[in-house]
């Protein structure tokens, strides 16, 4: 079992950057791909990123690609969401997922119904 508590939101002016965190409890966090979703008011939660087992593998949306960065902290149980050259668009709730893997593979899931394990959210705002 993994608990996930994000941190970092905030209201941001467009061009602007941010940095997200994921922290989760337990000792087998090494263990969970670690993913990142979003949902903006009266939309469905879409895919932002994920992260493999050792985080050499990763996976990006198309609207984020290039500007956002996923990466994770296997010694401080953390990963991390910077994203950089912020879009009114970017505005949402954004959430941390994890998702327990027997394998660093390099295929990681996109879909939100494959994560078993959900944090509560943190805001995230940008001004045009």
């Known amino acids: 079992q993994v608990q996930l508590v994000e941190s970092g939101g905030g209201l941001v002016q467009a061009g602007d950057s941010l940095r997200l965190s994921c922290a989760a409890s337990g000792r087998t966090f090494s263990s969970y791909a670690m993913g990142w979703f979003r949902q903006a008011p009266g939309k469905e939660r879409e895919f932002v990123a994920a992260i493999s087992l050792s985080g050499r593998n990763t996976n990006y949306a198309d609207s984020v690609k290039g500007r956002f960065t996923i990466s994770r902290d296997n010694a401080k149980n953390t990963v991390y969401l910077q994203m950089n050259s912020l879009k009114a668009e970017d505005t949402a709730v954004y959430s941390c997922?994890?998702?327990?893997?027997?394998?660093?593979?390099?295929?990681?899931?996109?879909?939100?119904?494959?994560?078993?394990?959900w944090g509560q959210g943190t805001q995230v705002t940008v001004s045009s």
């Open positions: 997922a994890a998702v327990w893997a027997p394998l660093d593979r390099p295929i990681l899931p996109m879909s939100a119904q494959t994560y078993g394990h």
